[in-house]
C-alpha cells in the first residue's frame, strides 16, 4: 500500500518511537546526537528528543522520535528493539501507544523543513521554487486607516511557484507578513533591516503555503510520486490583476503566522532569489 507524507509536522502515533533504557552517563546533547546518527539511518527525522527519567526511576534518559514516514519508523523499530546501539547495554524501542481517537489540528512545515524533506525525496535538483511576485502592502491605495495608538508596520506579500518538472506538477503559494517599527528607532539602516526581514517572512510563509497543497507518495516498490491538492482559494497568480485578487481573497489575520514553527531566516538567501526575479522581468 502507497503512503503518503504530508508537509506537516508528524503526529501520528505510528510515525513517533519511544526509547528508553538510555543509560545515564553521557549528557542529553551527545545522546540526542547518538541517537540521530542510529536512526537517521532508517530514514528522514522530523525531530529528536531526550529527557531525564522521573525522579522515581533510576537515573537515566529516555527519548521520544519523530519520523515523517511511518514505513521507516516501524523498520527501525524491528531492528533496534533489544539492540545497544551505541552503550554498553540493550535499549527498548517502542512504537508510541498514544490514543489517536481525536483528530489533532496539523501544523504546517517551515519553509526550512519543507526544503529538506522535499530535497529527501524528490532530490536538490528534482524540483525549484521562483518568486512570482513580492510587493509591499503598507501604503497601498485603498487600505485601511490605521487604528489610533497602534504602531505603524511594514507588511509585505509574497507569491511563489513551487515546480515539479519531472511530475509536471506546479504548486503556487501565498504568503503575508508583517514587521512592526518602533518610533524610536532611529536610522536608516535600522528601518532596511526591518524591511528585509519582513519580506523574507512573506517569502517563507509563501513557499509553506505552495508545499501544503502537496503531498509526497511512496510506492511500495520505494518509487515516489507526487499529489497536488489545489485549496479552494488558489489562484495562479502570475499577473497583476490576478495578484490583486489573491490580495482580497486570502487575506489571512497576522496571529495565524504564530501557529507555525519559528521560522529561521537564515535559512533563505533573499538576495538570490531577488535576482532571480529580476532575470525573469
Sequence with gaps: MAEL??????????KVLLVWD???GPQAENLSHSLFTV???????YSVRVFP???????????IIKFYSSRDAQRAQKACDGKPLFQTSPVKVRLSTRHTAVRHQAFALNSSRCQELANYYFGFTGW????????????????APPVPGQRPSLRFLCAVEVVLPLYGCRSPGVGVAEEPLHQLEE???????????????????ALSDAFQKLAIVVLESGKVAVEYRPSEES??????????GLIQVSCLPWNQSSQREEECLSDFSLEEEELKLQELR
Excluded: C, M, W
Excluded at 536512526?39 to 527525522?45: A, H, R, T, V
Excluded at 522521573?54 to 527519548?63: I, T
Excluded at 536608516?188 to 519582513?198: D, E, G, N, P
Design 5 to 14: 507524507i504530508p508537509f506537516v509536522v508528524p503526529t501520528q502515533s505510528d
Design 22 to 24: 538510555l543509560s545515564a
Design 39 to 45: 536512526f537517521s539511518q532508517f530514514g528522514l527525522l
Design 53 to 63: 527519567n522521573a525522579a522515581v526511576a533510576r537515573p537515566g534518559f529516555y527519548a
Design 128 to 143: 525549484s521554487k521562483r518568486i512570482v511576485k513580492l510587493q509591499e502592502l503598507s501604503g497601498l491605495e485603498g487600505e
Design 187 to 205: 536610522g536608516q539602516s535600522s528601518f532596511l533591516i526591518k524591511r528585509k526581514t519582513a519580506q523574507k517572512l512573506a517569502v517563507q510563509s
Design 235 to 244: 489562484i495562479d497568480a502570475a499577473s497583476d490583476e490576478e495578484l490583486h
